[in-house]
């Protein structure tokens, strides 16, 4: 992969005393529709007593016109913000699989909070996820954090989740979105999302994460935005083969594990988008 071009700047706050350090990583493509609004709510965090960084990584950078004006944007973001940020530009489309990964690898904070580019983060989400993580510290894991509408039947403002393989097939959308986790340097460090699956990376990651910590600490309150959509041709690309591969990897070809899963994440999304939605 031919190496990035590299773009730094470094807040005058950075010799801050704390004890926890924090990076927001996005990774995007850059003609993504909320680019601008989601790199700003990056920047636009509330860290006190934190310090607190941001990691983009930007592919498919063939247009020098485009890649000057979000550059641009983003100079004017740190001088605004005063927050460290380093942006890395592929020329390539890298999948978000590789670019999460990359973040990982040029990442060294206590914690990494994964951000999607079309997700907004409220202004006081990494503020409020350090409170939970250092009030929880000494009865709660904190290798896998992430939050959820407070909306749900629970109760507890902070509670524990634990990370098996149901959360794959039957409970999914208990689980936190992709935009709320907040993972430890321990378990960024030591697992990496799967770059050759054609999707379930998130899920796939989940499984890996069981591996290392037993539980995830959920935050319950609405510290995300989160649009979700899916193209039908997104649907279209899903192949039965990238399905097979999944439970092959992940479920080790458990009769009923992987019987649940294709029928959840390949047949029933042709179902809904094609017969559904027509």
């Known amino acids: 992969m031919k190496s990035p071009e590299i773009f730094e700047r470094l807040s005058s706050n950075r010799k801050i005393i704390s004890k926890i350090s924090y990076t927001a990583a996005m990774p995007c493509l850059l003609n993504d529709n909320y680019i601008d609004q989601t790199i700003e709510c990056l ?18 950078c063939n247009n020098n016109h485009l890649s000057k004006n979000i550059l641009k944007k983003i100079e004017n973001f740190f001088y605004k913000y005063n927050v460290s940020i380093k942006v890395f530009l592929f020329s ?20 990494i909070g994964l951000c999607d580019s079309d ?13 939970s993580i250092t009030s929880s510290q000494r009865r709660i894991n904190t290798q896998f954090i992430g939050s959820i509408s407070q909306k749900r039947i629970f109760k507890n403002v902070v509670f524990k989740l634990p990370i098996q393989v149901k959360h794959c097939l039957l409970l999914r959308k208990q689980f936190p979105h992709t935009s709320t986790w907040v993972l430890s340097k321990y378990l960024y460090s030591n697992i990496s999302f799967d770059n050759k699956l054609e999707r379930y990376q998130d899920l796939a990651f989940i499984l890996k994460a069981r591996n290392l910590c037993k539980e995830c600490l959920i935050i319950n309150e ?17 192949s039965f083969i990238f399905s097979l591969k999944f439970c092959k990897d992940y479920l080790d070809n458990n009769l009923i594990n992987s019987t649940l899963f294709i029928f959840k994440y390949f047949l029933y999304p042709r179902i809904r988008y094609f017969y559904v939605n027509k």
């Open 43 to 60: 920047f636009k965090q509330e860290t006190k007593d934190l310090v607190y960084s941001i990691i983009i990584v930007i592919s498919n």
């Open 92 to 111: 390539k489309r890298l999948n978000g699989s590789q670019a999460r990964n990359y973040c990982f690898k040029n990442a060294n904070s206590d914690f």
């Open 119 to 131: 997700d907004n983060w409220k202004p006081y989400k990494v503020y409020k996820e350090m409170i």
């Open 222 to 238: 609405n510290l995300v935005d989160i649009r979700r959509s899916i193209s039908r041709k997104k649907i279209k690309l899903q």
